[in-house]
Every structure is written in structure tokens, then in C-alpha cells.
């Protein structure tokens, strides 16, 4: 076995430059005679815009521009386009108002873009906003968004009555109903699932340039390639090879930045009429909070239908998605097609019906974030099985076990259409809670509660749908000097890319892992690619890697066949040689790949050197699945929570290398434990986001979480992909949600609270204990 390949617990090959402040991030680029952009934002939630004075503005000593909508029309650019429109039941589209680059009459947002302002440095850049002159007339904002849909007095756009931005329905609602009149008892939860502003270490970022008539965007992104597609085709209406779109390192995406965003479009424009490069970085409060996608933000109602034996019959799920105050990109596909299919989770069930109202409000967009669609999905159905449980008068991990898919079941076709093709959920339950010793569990308690402290003990049992769509090409090529090198459409955001593709590679040629050069992140050296997002890097990506690497040893046969003139049958390959069977007459890689400049015949014309390429693309899911465990304990007297346990055991099929895997987890469950005790997304009755900063809004911190006990199955294999692959990057954000937070609403029942939402911070379960007592 190579120790550099496919299983080996390597160290990440990117960490020792990272780490030694080597790294380069968009910010870090300089460029000759760059100046600095600055964006104007609205301070009203809802407001019209009777007029903009920039003429004090552009008189400014240092300042070289400044554009409104005005300019954004005269330039001829188009508007920010939403990707994934939902299908409405009765088969019409669902309506798609404008999304401008800046806001053209009206302002539907705090932080939505107003005005675009250039100059040779930030810092009069900003003075020069603060002489702009806005007039707006202020107008009723709505944030909630049942009350959207309510009110009378508040209309986002035009083409969305009732603020309705789409109706959405999937499932068996005639089933339902059949399940629901002969069931014993129907269990009823309403739940929110808070609203999350990401905040990834590097904050958004764009450099336009424009050169010989072409242009290039330097830009923090899951993927280069799309932006680039919305930026031809979308924005400026031009050729694609007219655009040359860069992402070097990046610091953290977690879908936040896979999407087109106004500041990419206007570096761009400006660029372009000044003829110098134009540098925008956004600032964390004034932007950040302000503009960067946020995400989740629903209400879920939810029915749950049991027989007499506790057996689930149906699932009824109305959620209400707030899409904020525009269609981002891939907005309405989050709530619909990529969350349904986990309303099923892991269990039996005879009807699923799921009904999904999209909802405008006064709030900044909401698209994808870690998980995006699942992790909302599973939260919903596993609060409501503890819900159940308790009313049933049932041990929540026992009510489980009557309901699990069985592990001889696989594959099985769910209520809801999904087809799994492998798990087994009762183990990963029984193998979690021999890990936390739930045995144990009621002498803690007892122990905790002689402190006059609250113990409680969490279980959620998770699968999640991802690792597919569309398809990546692997492009490889050996070279005379020994080295390898990948170029690939997908993105590193700090998973470890550098590492885990070069693991594929050395794997099946036996060569180290220094030899291998990855190549990501710029559409002028990648050809195509779709990015990352929805853990498919390596499900995708990586199959295409291994059956390129694949093709080039068979490539590499034939020319040392030629070179050896030995008969190609006789030719075999390992630890980075081709030899002559039962002989010691061998080449190198490295000598392979200097004969097939010199005998370009070889291989045919379409070669050119020793190279190839493969692509792989699937429309079938993989299903990682697992079973998380928390244990908590909570000061009555201030509210405080403490993690004492945290146990995640999981399915992920073929495990690439046990260290990344790791570190994917501890990421998600981190994120996930941040969004059930500490995100807290407040906007006001006005439309004022009252959590705009770090002093305000709380993430977690190292104190916050315990030890991770994390342990992995590898003897179910995935089938839907050559490598058996699952994707891992996102289930720690499914799984630590409903965990933590069952955790904590079985403590809380010794005080007579059943029922709080996320985020659970000290605040909230203080007051909810006064008010239950």
C-alpha cells in the first residue's frame, strides 16, 4: 500500500504555507496604480429614493469615480440573475423581480448598495460617500415573515403579491391524509430555525482589472467558473472568453461564497473606464453583516403521525423560507429540492407531504450555507421525534429503533423518492450511546443536580443527500521533470483540496506527494469546472481524478511498449516505473513523459505529451449518515449551557484520509453547536439589523465545545460512485443542531420548559425557566 494514498492519515500538505503566513488571499494581491473602491449603503430597511446627488462627491480631490444606478443603466449591465427559480404547483414559474447591482428607486434592505465609490485610496473613498446626498422617503418594513405575508401596508416588489416569492409542493398529500385519520396520535411541533450571518475569517473581496480589452476579477469564491458564466452572459452581455476570473487561497466559503455578489460586477465597470485596476475589501460590519448572504431563516410546522406501537406513520411539513429582500442565486432551491429529501431522515415512513411557502422581506438575501437545505430538514423531523417521544412516554433512542430503514433494506426508495443506497442507522445509534455511556447518564444527572445544576442527554440520528451534480473533468499531466500536475474545476476553501487530490493521484502511481501540483481557481487555466458546494469535491471531482490518473498509466503503457519495444500486454506499472514483466528493463514517469514529446504518434494527434483528461458527473446522491449524542448541563440560575459530551459516530463509506475527515467534522459540529446556543440574528421592528457586529452577534468559541469523540464506519461503501465515497463536508452541521439542542430541552423539562428554539443562549433559557416556573 502507498503511504501517501487512498486511507492514509496524511497531514495536510497546504498547512505549513498557510500556517507560516505564506498564503495568499485576494486582499494580499497589489496591483501597479490599483485604486480603491467603497459602497454607499442604505440605512433604511424600506425606502424610495427621490434622489441622489453625487456631484460633491466626484469634485473631490483623489476621487475618480462614483456610479448609481444611473450609471449602471447607461453602461448597459444587466442584473443579478436567480439561478434555480422553484416550480409553482399549478406548473407556472415563480415570479423573479429585479435584482440590481445597485438599488434603482428604492431600497429594500439595510446595506442594500446605493452607490459605488472610487478613489485613490479607501480612506477618501469613504469621506467621498459621506458627501453623498440620499433622499429617501422612509416606508413600512416587515422582517418576520409570516407577518410579510400578512400585512397590508408593506409590498416588496411589484411582481409578488402578499410578499409571496413562490408556493411549493412535493409528496403524497392524499397519503398523509389516509395515514392521519387512522393514526393513534399526531404529534405537532412549530419550529424556527434562526437565521445565520457567516462570517467566514476572510471577508469578502474583488479586484477588477481591465487589460487589452479583456477583463479579470480576482475574487474569494467556490468556484471561478460561474461567476465568470453570470458575468459574460448576465452582466455585461459579452463572450465568456471575454472575462478571466482568479480565486486564489481562500478563507472559508461555506456557501456563502459561491454567489454573484454587486461589488464582482462593479470592480469590474470600473475598471474598465478608468483603465487601472479597482481593489474593493469588505469591511466585517459596515459590509459584511450588511451584504454577505445569510442563511437559513425558517418556521417549520410540522405533524408527525404514530400507530399505537409508536410506529411513524406520515409526515406533514409546511415551512415558510424567508428568501429576504431579493432571489439570490440559488435562494429558492435551498427550502425545496435540496432540503426534501431529508424530511424522510432515516426512518420508515408510508406518506411524506411537504409544502413550502417562499416569503420577501425587508432582510438581506438568504442562500446556501453549510448544509444548506439538510441540516433544516433533519432539525425539523428530529426535534419533532423527541416531541414524540415524550408524549408517548417513550425513550427517544428506543423510538427511533422501532422506526430505522433496516441495514437489509438497502437499497431503499423512501416515502419521499430519495433511494438510499446503503447505511446502518441502529448501529451508529447503538455504537454513539456506548460511547457516551448513556448507561451512566442518570448518575450524572443525580450528581448535577446536587450542584442545582440541570443535566440533559441529546440523540439525533442524521442522513443527508449530497456529493453529485454537475460534472467535473480532471485534467493530468506528467512531465519530463517528475512532476504531476491536476487541473480541476472544483475549489479548495480550506477542506484540504491540495492534499486529498494528490492522495488519488500518489495512490495510483506511487510517486509522493510532493511530485503532484494541484491547479484550481482560475478559468484561463481550468478549462470548465462547477465548483464546490454540496460536498462533491471528491464524490465528483475525485472519481474524475482517479479515472484520469487511470488513463494516464494506460497511456503511459503504450508508450513504454514503444520505448521499451516491448509487446503492451507485457508492460506493467508501479511505484512510478513501467517495467517489462519478469525483466528489470523499466522507465520512469518522468522518462515517459520526455518519449512522448519525441513520439508524438504514439499516442495520436489529440495528445500532446503525456496527458489526458476524464469526466465524471452523477444525478445520484451519496447518503452519509450517523448519529450525534450531547450531553449538556445548564446553570438554572444564569442560564448557561456546557457541552460535557459530544459523541458523532458516522457512515462516510471509503474514508480519502481519516485526519481531513476529522477536522470536516469538528468544522460542522462547531458551526452547528454556534447556530443551537449562540447565533442570534435580531433585526428590528424597523428593519435595523441589531446584531451588525461581533459585539453583538456571538459565535462559538474553543471554550464552547468539548472534546469530540468522533468515530467512523467504513464497511458500507458508497455505490453510487467508483471510489465509494459519501460526502463529509457538511454533515457536522446536520447532526450537532437537533443533538444540542434535544440535550438541551431534556434538562430544561425538570423545570417545566417543553418547547425553545435556537439559538438556546443563557438569555433565552434563563427567561424561559421564569416564565415555566
Known amino acids: 500500500m502507498n503511504r501517501f494514498g487512498i486511507g492514509q492519515p ?48 466626484r469634485a473631490m480631490p483623489g476621487v475618480f469615480a462614483v456610479y448609481t444606478a444611473e450609471d449602471i443603466a447607461s453602461a448597459g449591465l444587466g442584473n443579478i440573475r436567480c439561478l434555480a427559480p422553484a416550480t409553482q404547483p399549478d406548473g407556472s414559474l415563480q415570479p423573479l423581480p429585479p435584482h440590481p447591482i445597485l438599488a434603482d428607486g ?17 480612506a477618501l473613498a469613504q469621506d467621498a460617500a459621506e458627501s453623498v446626498t440620499v433622499d429617501y422617503e422612509p416606508l413600512a418594513a416587515v422582517t418576520d415573515p409570516i407577518a410579510a405575508l400578512e400585512t397590508d401596508t408593506v409590498r416588496l416588489h411589484q411582481e409578488a403579491p402578499h410578499n409571496i416569492s413562490f408556493v411549493w409542493e412535493k409528496g403524497d398529500r392524499d397519503g398523509v391524509d389516509a395515514a392521519f385519520r387512522k393514526a393513534a396520535r399526531i404529534v405537532r411541533t412549530r419550529l424556527v430555525n434562526n437565521r445565520i450571518i457567516v462570517n467566514p475569517v476572510e471577508p469578502r473581496s474583488a ?57 464582482q460586477a ?128 417513550i425513550d427517544p433512542a428506543e423510538l427511533r429503533r422501532r422506526n430505522f430503514i433496516a441495514a437489509d433494506a438497502m437499497p431503499f426508495t423512501t416515502a ?45 440520528s442524521y442522513i443527508e ?17 517528475g512532476m504531476v500536475t491536476l487541473a480541476i474545476g472544483t475549489q479548495d476553501n480550506g477542506q484540504g483540496h491540495r492534499t486529498s487530490y494528490a492522495q488519488i493521484i500518489a495512490g495510483r502511481l506511487g510517486i509522493g506527494l510532493d511530485q503532484i501540483q494541484i491547479v484550481q481557481g482560475d478559468t484561463d487555466r481550468v478549462i470548465d469546472g462547477a465548483g464546490t458546494g454540496g460536498s462533491r469535491s471528491l464524490p465528483v471531482g475525485g472519481v474524475a481524478c482517479d479515472r484520469a490518473v487511470a488513463q494516464l498509466v494506460e497511456n503511459g503503457k503504450r508508450l513504454a511498449a514503444e520505448k521499451l519495444e516491448a509487446a503492451l500486454a507485457d508492460i506493467t506499472f508501479a511505484d512510478g516505473a513501467f517495467s517489462i514483466a519478469g525483466t528489470d528493463r523499466m522507465a520512469t514517469l518522468a522518462e515517459i513523459s520526455a518519449f512522448a514529446a519525441e513520439a508524438p504518434d504514439v499516442l495520436g494527434s489529440e495528445h500532446c505529451g503525456l496527458g489526458c483528461e476524464a469526466t465524471h458527473g452523477s444525478t445520484s446522491y451519496t447518503y452519509p449518515n450517523g448519529c450525534h449524542v450531547c450531553e449538556v448541563e445548564i446553570d438554572p440560575e444564569t442560564g448557561r449551557t456546557t457541552i460535557e459530551r459530544y459523541v458523532a459516530v458516522d457512515d462516510f463509506g471509503v474514508v480519502l484520509n481519516p485526519l481531513l475527515l476529522a477536522g470536516q467534522v469538528y468544522g460542522g459540529v462547531a458551526q452547528g453547536v454556534g447556530q443551537a446556543l449562540h447565533e442570534a440574528c435580531v433585526y428590528g421592528t424597523d428593519g435595523q439589523l441589531l446584531s451588525g457586529s461581533l ?6 468559541r474553543a471554550d464552547d ?64 425557566i421564569r416564565e415555566a416556573a
Not at 244 to 259: A, L, P, W, Y
Not at 695 to 700: A, I, K, N, T, V
Open 10 to 57: 496524511i497531514r495536510r500538505v497546504e498547512d505549513q504555507r498557510l500556517l507560516t503566513g505564506h498564503g495568499r488571499y485576494t486582499s494580499d494581491i497589489v496591483l501597479d496604480d490599483e485604486v480603491w473602491g467603497h459602497v454607499l449603503r442604505a440605512p433604511h430597511a424600506h425606502a424610495k429614493i427621490r434622489a441622489i446627488d453625487v456631484s460633491r462627491a
Open 465 to 481: 443527500n449530497c456529493g453529485s451534480g454537475p460534472q467535473e473533468t480532471a485534467r493530468i499531466r506528467a512531465t519530463p521533470d
Open 266 to 393: 462593479l470592480v469590474l465597470l470600473a475598471a474598465r473606464d478608468l483603465g487601472r485596476p479597482v481593489k474593493w475589501v469588505a469591511e466585517r460590519t459596515a459590509d459584511g453583516f450588511l451584504s454577505d448572504n445569510h442563511a437559513r431563516d425558517q418556521i417549520n410546522e410540522v405533524e408527525l403521525a404514530v400507530d399505537r406501537e409508536g410506529r411513524f406513520l406520515a409526515l406533514h411539513v409546511h415551512t415558510y423560507a424567508n428568501m429576504g429582500a431579493y432571489l439570490s442565486n440559488f435562494a429558492p432551491y435551498i427550502p425545496t429540492d435540496c432540503s426534501v429529501l431529508m424530511n424522510n431522515g432515516v426512518y420508515a415512513m408510508e406518506a411524506i407531504a411537504v409544502r413550502v411557502t417562499g416569503v420577501f422581506t425587508n432582510t438581506v438575501p438568504v442562500d446556501a450555507y453549510r448544509g444548506a437545505g439538510r441540516p433544516e430538514a433533519i432539525y425539523l423531523l428530529e426535534r419533532t421525534i423527541d416531541a414524540a417521544a415524550h408524549q408517548l412516554g
Open 705 to 768: 465545545l468539548p472534546h469530540i469523540d468522533f468515530a467512523f464506519h467504513t464497511d458500507a461503501p458508497c455505490r453510487t460512485n467508483a471510489l465509494g465515497l459519501k460526502g463529509a463536508g457538511e454533515a457536522g452541521a446536520v447532526g450537532a443542531p437537533p443533538a444540542v439542542m434535544n440535550a438541551v430541552l431534556d434538562a430544561l423539562r425538570d423545570v417545566g420548559v417543553t418547547a425553545l428554539d435556537m439559538p438556546a443562549t443563557s438569555e433565552r433559557i434563563w427567561r424561559a
Open 207 to 263: 479586484i477588477g482589472v481591465w487589460t487589452d480589452g479583456r477583463f479579470t476579477l480576482y475574487t474569494p469564491s467556490q468556484g471561478p467558473h460561474s461567476l465568470r458564466r453570470q458575468l459574460a452572459v448576465d452582466i455585461f452581455g459579452l463572450p465568456e472568453t471575454a472575462f478571466r476570473v482568479v480565486t486564489t487561497d481562500v478563507g472559508g466559503g461555506f456557501g456563502m461564497k459561491i454567489f454573484l455578489y454587486a461589488e
Open 416 to 460: 419521499i423518492g430519495a433511494v438510499y443506497d446503503s447505511g446502518d442507522f441502529e448501529r451508529n445509534l447503538t455504537d454513539a450511546l456506548q460511547r457516551a455511556d448513556r448507561q451512566g447518564f442518570l448518575t450524572r444527572k443525580a450528581e448535577s443536580a446536587s450542584r442545582g445544576m440541570l443535566r440533559g442527554f441529546g440523540v439525533a
Open 695 to 700: 459585539m453583538d452577534y456571538g459565535l462559538p
Open 106 to 122: 428604492r431600497v429594500r434592505h439595510v446595506g442594500d448598495p446605493v452607490a459605488f465609490i472610487v478613489a485613490r485610496n479607501l
